[in-house]
């Protein structure tokens, strides 16, 4: 038993000096065990052996849980991003950073839509040219056709004449409401017309002026009608034998402050006179200018007169006259002489006269020009023409000297509608030998001498639209 018991004694003395010493122990190096050896040859190892074997280290004795150098990760590669990121962010800006395109303005030409008739005469229709000076609409198809119209300055509604009705409807045709029928006549007079003629909006768009058997005023809101002035009647006329001075009433143009309205009064069977009508008592007011149907164009200034202009080619002396319309005076600006009339007289014939803010007057004036066709005027053919101008209006008399505002030459204008805010108007010119009173030819003139532009329909009778730029 003592043997046994001195080994024993021995592996436990080595085993402490091992773990003493921080080195592996012997048993820690051991080759694994034959899974054929008995259990005896596995644990009797002589003290040579265990010696032998913690002096001899291997490569087991390395460290194995120390990392390789080459698995370090590299310091930069957790605080940039990748470089295809950084490209993305570069090359891609975020949508929040571009501005959003500013929608393109739609080309103008005109201050405001311009309504005009137009068609065969005798079945004209109510036609709309939008500010584009190009996009057309017919508004109307009446199968009577239109004999007169008028757009309410308010709210831009249209009455009209078809037949024997007064016709109340939208800008474009809609909400078509008859306001009107003239009364069956049993025995029309003779050489009296009765037929509606020429509506009129008032400036405020509560009432409607028209022209039958006289004077009328309708309230457009309730319908109701008021004679104003009545016509010379048939039996009138039996009883003077024709003679005197019988009449009969047109409205032509309300006053701004709707408190006057221009009418034509014409005599039977010819001739007549333009005179003011006062609503307030129904009187009349004459003024002194040249008389005649075709004689004048007329417009209110901002000053409150009325402006009174005639070109002077027919029977009645050219010129520009200036009128009170509270007494009817009249103060000549600029008129041609006695020996004149009939001729071409470039220092006082005027036509469509507007007076400006800054106290300008314009007007188209006669001038000579070699584009125009020849018209024998006095004894020798010329070719006359007529360019917008203006004069200072303290200035406009018979010496002053005329601005050139549009230097293109025209034959007389004879119905010239302006802008509200004078940056031009639109004329309907005569073009003799084909003039027609179906309308013709329409341009746009600038108050300037940018070129004018044709616009692509024919008509008269112009209005603009409520929609004012």
Same mark, same amino acid.
């Given at each position: 038993m003592k043997p046994r018991l001195a080994i024993a004694a021995l592996?436990?003395?080595l085993l402490l000096l091992a773990a003493c010493s921080g080195g592996p122990s012997p048993l820690d190096n051991a080759p694994p065990p034959d899974a054929t050896a008995s259990p005896t040859e596995a644990v009797l190892l002589t003290p040579v052996q265990a010696a032998t074997e913690t002096q001899v280290p291997t490569a087991t004795m390395a460290p #194995?849980?120390? $990392?390789? %150098? @080459? /698995? !370090?990760?590299?310091?930069?590669? #957790?605080?940039? $991003?990748? %470089? @295809? /990121? !950084?490209?993305?962010?570069?090359? #891609?800006?975020?949508?929040?950073? @571009?501005?959003?395109?500013?929608?393109?303005p739609e080309p103008t030409l005109l201050p405001a839509p311009l309504y005009l008739l137009s068609g065969e005469e005798g079945q004209q229709q109510i036609w709309r040219l939008e500010r584009d000076g190009e996009t057309l609409t017919q508004v109307t198809d009446e199968?009577?056709?239109?004999?007169?119209?008028?757009?309410?300055?308010?709210?831009?509604?249209?009455?009209?004449?078809t037949g024997d009705e007064l016709v109340r409807a939208d800008g474009w045709g809609g909400d078509r409401v008859v306001l009107y029928v003239v009364p069956l006549q049993e025995e029309p007079p003779p050489d009296i017309p009765v037929e509606?003629?020429?509506?009129?909006?008032?400036?405020?768009?509560?009432?409607?002026?028209?022209?039958?058997?006289?004077?009328?005023?309708?309230?457009?809101?309730t319908g109701e009608e008021r004679r104003v002035l009545t016509n010379a009647t048939w039996a009138e006329l039996l009883e003077t034998g024709r003679a005197g001075p019988h009449e009969f009433y047109t409205p032509e143009m309300w006053s701004p402050d709707g408190s006057q309205i221009l009418v034509w009064v014409a005599y039977f069977?010819?001739?007549?006179?333009?005179?003011?009508?006062?609503?307030?008592?129904?009187?009349?007011?004459?003024?002194?200018?040249?008389?005649?149907?075709?004689?004048?164009?007329?417009?209110?200034?901002?000053?409150?007169?009325?402006?009174?202009?005639?070109?002077?080619?027919?029977?009645?002396?050219?010129?520009?006259?200036?009128?009170?319309?509270?007494?009817?005076?009249?103060?000549?600006?600029?008129?041609?002489?006695?020996?004149?009339?009939?001729?071409l007289d470039a220092t006082a014939q005027v036509t469509h006269p507007r007076l400006s803010e800054d106290g300008y007057l314009y007007a188209w004036k006669w001038a000579l020009g070699e584009s125009l066709p020849e018209l024998q005027i006095g004894e020798s053919p010329q070719q006359p023409g007529m360019a917008l101008q203006r004069v200072p209006l303290e200035?406009?008399?018979?010496?002053?000297?005329?601005?050139?505002v549009h230097s293109e030459l025209i034959f007389a204008p004879f119905e010239a509608h302006w802008g509200q805010e004078g940056e031009g108007a639109v004329i309907w010119a005569h073009n003799p030998p084909n003039f027609s009173l179906a309308g013709g030819e329409l341009r746009w003139i600038p108050a300037s001498d940018e070129p004018s532009v044709l616009l692509p329909i024919e008509g008269h009778e112009l209005r603009w639209g409520h929609e004012q730029r």
């Open positions: 592996i436990s003395l #194995t849980n120390t $990392p390789a %150098p @080459t /698995e !370090t990760a590299a310091p930069t590669s #957790t605080l940039l $991003p990748p %470089p @295809t /990121e !950084t490209t993305s962010l570069e090359t #891609t800006p975020s949508a929040t950073l @571009t501005p959003e395109p500013s929608p393109t199968p009577e056709g239109v004999r007169g119209f008028d757009v309410s300055p308010v709210d831009g509604a249209l009455v009209y004449i509606l003629t020429n509506p009129r909006w008032s400036p405020d768009g509560s009432q409607i002026a028209f022209g039958l058997l006289g004077l009328n005023l309708l309230n457009a809101a069977q010819e001739g007549g006179r333009y005179a003011l009508v006062n609503l307030a008592d129904n009187s009349i007011t004459d003024f002194g200018t040249p008389t005649g149907g075709d004689c004048c164009h007329f417009a209110w200034g901002r000053d409150g007169f009325l402006y009174v202009a005639n070109d002077g080619t027919l029977y009645w002396r050219g010129g520009l006259w200036r009128v009170d319309p509270a007494t009817g005076g009249t103060a000549t600006l600029l008129q041609m002489q006695e020996g004149n009339m009939g001729t200035q406009a008399g018979d010496n002053a000297a005329w601005e050139m």
